[in-house]
C-alpha cells in the first residue's frame, strides 16, 4: 500500500487566499484525522472522521477552517480566508476502527506558509 | 480530562549510550499507551505499544513496560545510534474513548552525536 497520501507537500499562499489541502487514507480504513504542528503549539488534532462522517471537531480553531470528507478515499481541509499564524505542517492520519484503535498511520505532511 | 506528560527536550547522547524518555500519564480507567517517533521532515511514525499493565511494547531495540501503579510508559533503548536522532512522542487513547483519538505529551527530541 502506498500510504496515507497527502498533497500538495508544501503550500506558500499569501493572506487572504483560499488553502485547499488534500488527503487519501489507507485504503479499508474507516477514521481518519487531521492534525497541525507548530513548535508554539505542538501537535493539535484538529477534526476526526469515522466512515465519512466528522465525530469530533472540537479542535478546528475558528470557522474559517472546515474539513469534509465525501467519500472514503478522500478528505479536504479548507482555509478561508488564510491568515499568517495558519503556516504550520499539517498532517494527515488514517487507523482501521477499532481493532487498530490508536494505531494511526500518518502522512508525510503538507507544510503551509501564509505571507 | 486525560493527559499525558513527557520529560523535556532536547535530550543529546552520544552514539552507544542508554536512553531513558520519561512519560506519565493521567486518565480514567484502563489506556492503551503508544510512543510514535517522527523522524526530521516525515509524519509521525508507530514505534510501540501496549494495552493493558505489565505489557512491554518493544520495536528496533527500544521497549517501553505500562505501569499502571506509577501511570507511567518510559521509553528505553540500550544503545542509541546516530540514525535514531528524532523527535519521540508518547500518547494514550482513553479505554471509553471511540475511534482512538490519541492525546499526544509535547514530544521530546532526541539527538544522538557521533
Known amino acids: 500500500d502506498a500510504g496515507v497520501i497527502q498533497s500538495p507537500r508544501h503550500e506558500v499562499t499569501e493572506m487572504g487566499q483560499e488553502v485547499t489541502l488534500r488527503c487519501k487514507p489507507i485504503s479499508g480504513h474507516d477514521y481518519l484525522f487531521w492534525y497541525r504542528q507548530t513548535m508554539m503549539r505542538g501537535l493539535e488534532l484538529l477534526i476526526y472522521?469515522?466512515?465519512?462522517?466528522?465525530?469530533?471537531d472540537s479542535g478546528m480553531p475558528e470557522d474559517r477552517f472546515s474539513a469534509k470528507m465525501p467519500n472514503a478515499s478522500f478528505s479536504t481541509l479548507k482555509i478561508q480566508p488564510s491568515e499568517p499564524r495558519d503556516s504550520a505542517v499539517y498532517f494527515c492520519?488514517?487507523?482501521?476502527?477499532?481493532?487498530?484503535?490508536?494505531?494511526?498511520?500518518f502522512g508525510p505532511g503538507t507544510r503551509l506558509t501564509v505571507t | 480530562g486525560d493527559s499525558v506528560t513527557q520529560m523535556e527536550g532536547p535530550v543529546t547522547l552520544s552514539e552507544e549510550a542508554f536512553l531513558t524518555i520519561n512519560c506519565t500519564y493521567t486518565?480514567?480507567?484502563?489506556?492503551?499507551l503508544f510512543w510514535y517517533v517522527q523522524y526530521p521532515g516525515e509524519g509521525l511514525q508507530l514505534l510501540l505499544k501496549?494495552?493493558?499493565?505489565?505489557d512491554k511494547g518493544s520495536n528496533k531495540g527500544f521497549e517501553a513496560t505500562y505501569r499502571k501503579e506509577t501511570t507511567s510508559f518510559h521509553l528505553e533503548k540500550g544503545s542509541v545510534q546516530v540514525s535514531d536522532s528524532a523527535v519521540y512522542f508518547c500518547a494514550l487513547v482513553a479505554s471509553y474513548n471511540q475511534g482512538g483519538k490519541l492525546i499526544f505529551g509535547q514530544g521530546t527530541e532526541l539527538s544522538v552525536k557521533p
Open positions: 472522521f469515522n466512515n465519512n462522517v466528522p465525530i469530533d
Open positions: 501496549a494495552t493493558k499493565a505489565d
Open positions: 486518565a480514567t480507567g484502563y489506556p492503551s
Open positions: 492520519a488514517s487507523s482501521l476502527g477499532r481493532r487498530g484503535e490508536g494505531e494511526q498511520y
